[in-house]
C-alpha cells in the first residue's frame, strides 16, 4: 500500500516553500538598498526591543495587524476546502459550478471590501509619526550604547 | 491514492428568494461601511438614511414573502433555511427594533462625535444575525446568527471608547457572551453525537474499498425531531438539551443566567443598551423556541414504556416553568431597590423575559394546532416590549445627556410639569411596562397568561399577576417621582430634536395601536402554523 512516489508533491511543496524563503532574502541582499541605520541592524524581533524588560507596552497596532491576518487567513481556510470539491459539483450533472464560482468570488469580494475599508481608515497610515518614533529609538539605543562605551572607557581608564 | 470517505454529497437546494430580507440587509450593511469609508465624518446623516431605506426594503421583502409562507415546502439551502410565519413575524420585530434604534440613535451620535457610519454598519449586521438566528433550521445556521449578532453587539456595547463603563460593560458582555455560546456549542454538539445514525458511505476513489459503514448524527432541527426517539445515546441528548437551555438563557436573560445584564445594560450607551433589551433578547427567544419546540417536541412511543422523546420533552418543559417562574421574580424583586434607572430598566427587562416565559411554556405544552396561537402571543409580547422599551429609552437617553451622566432616579426627580412632553410619554410607556390596560403591554400580558391558562398552567398564571402587583412599585414610583416631588436642582428642558420625536410618536402610537387593537397584528402572526411541524408527518 505505501508508495513513497505519492508523497512527491509534498517534497516538491518543502522545496518550494523552503526556496521561497530563501530566494526573498537573497534577492533582496543582493538587489535592495543598505542603509545600515541602528535600529534595522539590530537582531529581528518582530518590531520590539530584542534586549530589555519583558513587561514592556507596546503598540495596539500589532493587534491590529493580527486581525487584518485572521481576515485573510480565514478566506484562504474556506478557499481550499471550495477547491476541493469544486470539482465534483461543477460536474456530475449537477451543473453548479457557475453558482459555487459566483458565490466564492462574491465571498472573496466581500473580504476585498473589508481591506478596502481599512485602508480609507488609516490603518496602514503608519507614515511620519511612525518613522520619527522609529528615529527617536535609534537615536535613544545610540546614546545609551555610546553612554555604556564612554562609561567602560573611564573604568578601564580609572583602573589603568 | 485516496482513502477518504465521505458522506456522498448533496447537491444543495438554492433558493434566493427565501434569504432575500437576509440578502438585502447585508448588501446595505456594507454598502453603508462603504459610504462611511470614502465619505469621511462630515455627513452624518446619508448611513442613516441608507440603513433606515435598506430596513424598509427588508421589511418590504419581508411582507412580499408573507403569503408564501403557507406553501407546502418551504425550506432550502439544504433546509437551513426555513420560511414560516414564525420566522417572519420575528424578523418583523427585528427591523422595527433596528429602524427605532437608528433614530434615537442619530441625536447620540451627534452630542458624543460617534463615527455614525461604523455604528450604522454594526447595527445592521447584528440585525442580519438576528434574522439569520430567526431563519436558520440549523443548529449551526443558529449558531452563525448568534455570532453575527453577538461580535457586533460586543463592539457597539463599547462604543463610547473614552468611559470606563461602557468598556467595563463591553468586555463584561464579551466574557460571558462568549461562555454562554460554549454552552450553546457544546450543547449543539451533544445532540449532534447523540442523534447519530449508521450511514453508509462511499469510498471516493471509485472502487478503492466496499462500502464503509460510519456514524453521523444531525444537526437539523426537523431531522433531530424524528431521530429524538431512536437515538443511540438517549443519556447525551438530555446533557445537550440542558446545555443549549443554559446557553440560549445567558441569550434571553433569563434568571439564574442574568447576572451579567445589570452591569452591560447600565454601562453601555443608552441607545445600545435600548436596542440590546429589544432586539437580541427577542432573537434569543426566536431560536430558543424554534429549536426546544420543533426539535424536541413531544413524541409518543409505540411501546408500552414512555418514549424518549416524551421524556425529553416533561423534562425541558419543567425546567422552563422553574426558568420563567424564577425570572419573573429575580427581575421584579430586584427592580425594587433600584437607584438608577438604566439599571432599574434592565432588571425590568429580565422581568419581561419571565412573562415571554410563561407563553413560551405554554407553546410547549400545546398540541400543534394551539401551539402556533401561543408562538404567536410571544411573538406579539415581544413586539409589544420592543417597542415600549424602546420608547422608554428614547426619553432616558434624552435626559442622560451626553456620556449618560443623567441616569439616576434622583436625575428625575419633578421634571414632569417642566417638560410635560417627554414626562407623559416616559409615564406612557411605563404603565405599558406595567401592563395598564388600553396599552401594548397589558395586551401582550392577557395573550401570555391566557394561552398558558389554557394549558392548564394555573399557578403560573398566578405567579405572573402577583409579579405584575409587585412591578408596580417601581414603575409608578419612577412616575411619582417625575410629577410629585420637588426639584432641587436646576433643570432645563431639553430640547426634543426631529428624529426623537418620530420615534416618541411612533412608539406612542404603536403602544396605543396594539392595546386597542391587536386583532391584525396577531392573526398576522399565527397565519399559519409552523412548518417544520407540519412536515414531521
Known sequence: MFNLSDYLPIVLMFIVAIGFAAGNVLLSQLVGQHKATRTKTMPYECGKDPVGNAHERFSVKFYLIAMIFILFDIELIFLIPWAVVFKSFATAGRDLGTLIYVEMMLFVALLLVGYVYIIRKGLFDWGERARLEAEAEGRALAETEARRRAMQAATTARAA | ?537
Do not use: C
Open chain 2, 1 to 537: 491514492m485516496n482513502l477518504s470517505f465521505a458522506i456522498p454529497l448533496s447537491a444543495p437546494d438554492v433558493n434566493f428568494r427565501l434569504l432575500l430580507p437576509e440578502l438585502i440587509l447585508s448588501v446595505t450593511g456594507v454598502v453603508v461601511m462603504l459610504v462611511d469609508a470614502f465619505t469621511g465624518r462630515s455627513q452624518r446623516r446619508a448611513t442613516a438614511t441608507l440603513s433606515l431605506a435598506g430596513l424598509a426594503a427588508t421589511a418590504w421583502a419581508t411582507l412580499w414573502l408573507w403569503p408564501s409562507a403557507q406553501g407546502a415546502d418551504t425550506r432550502a439551502w439544504g433546509g437551513m433555511i426555513v420560511l414560516d410565519p414564525m420566522r417572519l413575524s420575528f424578523t418583523l420585530v427585528f427591523l422595527i427594533v433596528a429602524a427605532l434604534t437608528v433614530l434615537i440613535s442619530a441625536i447620540w451620535v451627534e452630542w458624543e462625535g460617534l463615527p455614525a457610519g461604523e455604528f450604522h454598519t454594526l447595527l445592521l449586521f447584528a440585525t442580519v444575525g438576528m434574522m439569520l438566528m430567526a431563519s436558520g433550521n440549523d443548529l449551526v445556521m443558529i449558531f452563525l446568527g448568534l455570532e453575527i449578532l453577538s461580535i457586533a453587539t460586543y463592539v457597539m456595547a463599547g462604543f463610547r471608547k473614552n468611559d470606563l463603563r461602557s468598556n467595563e460593560s463591553s468586555l463584561k458582555y464579551f466574557i460571558l457572551g462568549s461562555f454562554s455560546s460554549a454552552f450553546l456549542l457544546y450543547g449543539i454538539a451533544l445532540v449532534y453525537g447523540a442523534t447519530a445514525h449508521e450511514v453508509s458511505a462511499q469510498p471516493q476513489a471509485s472502487g478503492a474499498l466496499a462500502q464503509h459503514v460510519i456514524l453521523a448524527g444531525t444537526t437539523n432541527i426537523s431531522a433531530i425531531a424524528e431521530r429524538v426517539n431512536d437515538g443511540l445515546y438517549p443519556p447525551l441528548l438530555f446533557a445537550g438539551a440542558a446545555m443549549l437551555m443554559i446557553g440560549f438563557g445567558f441569550k434571553i436573560a433569563s434568571a439564574p443566567f442574568h447576572v451579567w445584564t445589570p452591569d452591560v445594560y447600565e454601562g453601555a450607551p443608552t441607545p445600545v443598551t435600548a436596542f440590546m433589551a429589544a432586539g437580541p433578547k427577542a432573537a434569543g427567544f426566536a431560536a430558543f423556541m424554534r429549536v426546544f419546540l420543533l426539535a424536541f417536541p413531544f413524541v409518543a412511543a409505540s411501546g408500552q414504556m414512555r418514549s424518549t422523546g416524551a421524556q425529553l420533552h416533561d423534562a425541558w418543559l419543567g425546567a422552563l416553568w422553574i426558568l420563567a417562574v424564577l425570572t419573573m421574580t429575580v427581575g421584579n424583586v430586584v427592580a425594587l431597590v433600584q437607584t438608577n434607572v438604566k439599571r432599574m430598566l434592565a432588571y425590568s427587562s429580565i422581568a419581561h423575559a419571565g412573562y415571554a416565559l410563561v407563553g413560551f411554556v405554554a407553546a410547549g405544552a400545546a398540541d400543534s394546532a394551539h401551539q402556533t396561537d401561543a408562538v404567536a402571543a410571544v411573538v406579539f409580547y415581544l413586539l409589544a416590549y420592543a417597542v415600549m422599551n424602546l420608547g422608554a429609552f428614547a426619553v432616558v437617553t434624552l435626559i442622560a445627556r451626553s456620556g449618560d451622566r443623567r441616569t439616576d432616579i434622583e436625575d428625575y426627580r419633578g421634571i414632569g410639569f417642566d417638560s410635560p412632553a417627554l414626562s407623559l410619554t416616559l409615564s406612557l410607556f411605563l404603565l405599558s411596562l406595567l401592563g395598564v390596560p388600553l396599552t401594548a403591554g397589558f395586551m401582550g400580558k392577557v395573550m401570555v397568561f391566557s394561552q398558558a391558562l389554557g394549558e392548564g398552567y394555573k399557578w403560573l398564571v398566578v405567579i405572573g399577576v402577583l409579579n405584575t402587583a409587585i412591578s408596580v412599585y417601581y414603575y409608578l414610583g419612577l412616575i411619582v417621582v417625575m410629577f410629585f416631588r420637588e426639584r432641587t436642582t436646576e433643570w432645563r428642558a431639553p430640547r426634543i430634536p426631529t428624529t426623537l420625536a418620530v420615534v416618541l410618536v411612533l412608539t406612542v402610537a404603536g403602544v396605543i395601536y396594539l392595546g386597542l387593537f391587536p386583532g391584525r397584528v396577531i392573526n398576522a402572526f399565527r397565519a399559519v402554523q409552523p412548518i417544520a411541524v407540519s412536515s414531521l408527518r
